[in-house]
């Protein structure tokens, strides 16, 4: 079989992605979320997020000034910090953090018989209670957030809400966009620590005025 | 809205995944093809990828004995590296490297014209000929690769071909597989850093015996 490549420059490579995300979009997309919808569907080429993700009121601008005003974002992975593109963020005197694999997590995890993802939520609120919190894994770590807003523990600037997998997953997401909070959610069973890191990265190039498209 | 959450332990959750997604799964799957290919759905949420990845034959065979004998990884981003188990490879005595946010990478980049992706692969290698490479982001890596084994450059114990996106991605997963090398590759525009990982680490849980259904 002969395989033929297209001959684009490196440099151009997204570019010319993001002109033919914008071709096959079905539907018509707000302008202000687009940006975001485009660079998850960049990052997973599946365009079911179109229909999935969804947006509270003004989250846009309000990530937007969060992450100027030097936001740290709070990821359940190490993949999705790992993701994060930490120069943009640097721009803004921002910081992502994970504590994940952190030695007092699995502690606290093992004592109470709970998730490591939990006992990480609980060590974020007590040390940035209003971070962006980018949760692309795990669904208790959504519910953990869901309890400590609802406790006045914390007051995210930002949930981004997109863990992904089969048991209670559908549900943590459901139940955070009842949390009176700025949310970015992703209905469903998809999404994923690279959709955490996309959403955080599209929200970094915005704020930077940065031509997406 | 009320919003009914199911009452799993935080260790059945993974568990109970797999059970679900074996119920709903569509086809019929090659016993020793399932675990790879479970773990990627359990990981993406998306059941397409039993009908889009594709196994080289004896591949997964062929890749645990790589992966007892002690193989390194090299991935072409960091957050793949970061989705590797990395426990379970030490067992085996196997690291995972990514040269991509590398001076020297980014240096032979800048002066050949070339991306960091065909940089990174050069370096690899340079010092790991035989590595299992695990490609879940840049076509341009996997088109290096392909051209490496045809200069004999490099026998690689495995490619994991499963790049995302738009230009050369499809492409890129054909070419691959016309190279006499053992491949797992996710025919189409779909794959990631995730499922690269993934599938590492599914292929990691066999080697050591470990129960995943």
């Known amino acids: 079989m002969k395989v033929e490549l297209q001959n684009v420059l490196p440099g151009e490579i997204e570019k010319r992605s993001f002109e033919l995300i914008e071709k096959e979009l079905t539907r018509e997309l707000d302008p202000i979320q687009k940006p975001i919808i485009k660079r998850v569907i960049h990052t997973t080429a599946d365009f079911s997020y179109q229909d999935s993700l ?5 989250v846009v601008e309000k990530a937007m000034e969060a992450i100027k005003n030097g936001a740290v974002i709070i990821t359940d992975t190490n993949m ?7 120069k943009a963020l640097q721009d803004f005197g921002g910081k992502v953090h994970c504590f994940m694999a952190e030695d007092d997590v699995a502690k606290e995890a093992k004592e109470h018989g709970t998730t490591r993802a939990v006992a990480s939520m609980n060590k974020a609120a007590r040390e940035y209670p209003n971070a962006i919190f980018a949760i692309g894994n795990a669904p208790t770590a959504l519910i953990r957030l869901y309890e400590l807003i609802k406790e006045e523990k914390i007051n995210p600037a930002l949930v981004i809400g997109v863990p992904v997998g ?28 690279n959709v955490a890191a996309s959403i955080c990265n599209a929200l970094l190039y915005m704020a930077q005025g940065r031509k997406l498209v």
Chains 1, 2 share one sequence.
């Open 54 to 58: 969804c947006f509270s009121e003004q």
């Open 166 to 193: 089969f048991v209670n997953v559908v549900e943590s997401k459901e139940l955070i966009m009842t949390a009176d909070i700025p949310y970015i959610v992703a209905r469903g069973r998809k999404g994923g620590s």
């Open 80 to 86: 999705a910090k790992a993701g994060v593109n930490k």
